[in-house]
């Protein structure tokens, strides 16, 4: 089965500082019948405009992750990390037993990012960051891994049973994903226009995929998706 949402039903919410897309149950919006997608607690498609950010707050027991589009944004922990976050970066948090951070825009311009959260598989770690950066043509037509728990695939860490990919697709190129057992993949547009198993998705939609053995997504002009797969 594949469910898609589209752009327009995305709950939004527009603080002056902050424009965001929440596209789970987050803060003050509470849907009961949109709490998670698997594993996958929230997806938020956030802008923060210049000179300002989150200040610091706590989390604990969930794997964060930020993908930042554009922009950049400066971030402090009680780990003592002190880390610049820009385009095309990934970064990981595990909060386990408990943390702060804070999440400043500095700059002049507004920074775009997503950020992620997934229930961990496993309670009580201690807390930990990872960050790496990648080159574009790393997912030129290709799906690219970013983030995961499989120890020695050489991208951001992650210490939960998930994953996270990026394709680039000029138009006409496709790429597959074969979907494992009692897996929900989350696909969530970019940029552009694509075909996901011959139904159409354009920019912002998503799609919550469960029960299915493989999908195909191809590119009906140049387009850009980022790929979650996670337990159900």
Known sequence: ???????????????????TYWLFSFSSYYDPKNVSHGMLRVFNDDIV???????????????????VLGGEMVHKDTMGNEMVIRKNDVQRMSAGTGLYHSEQNMSDHPVHFYQIWINPDKK???????????????????????????????????????????????????????VGNNRKPFLYIINGTIEINGRKLDKTDQARISEETSVHMKAIDHAELLLIDVPA
């Open 1 to 19: 089965m594949i469910n898609i949402i589209k752009s327009t039903d995305r709950h939004f919410n527009d603080m002056g500082w902050l424009k």
């Open 49 to 67: 405009e210049a000179h300002s950010g989150f200040d610091t707050h706590p989390h604990e027991e969930m794997e964060i992750v930020s993908i």
């Open 124 to 178: 009580d770690l201690k807390p930990s960051y990872d960050q790496k950066t990648y080159s574009p043509d790393f997912w030129k037509n290709k799906l690219a891994l970013l983030a995961s728990d499989k120890i020695g695939e050489g991208v951001v860490t992650l210490n939960t049973d998930a994953s996270l990919y990026r394709a680039k697709l000029d138009k006409g190129k496709d790429v597959g994903f074969k």
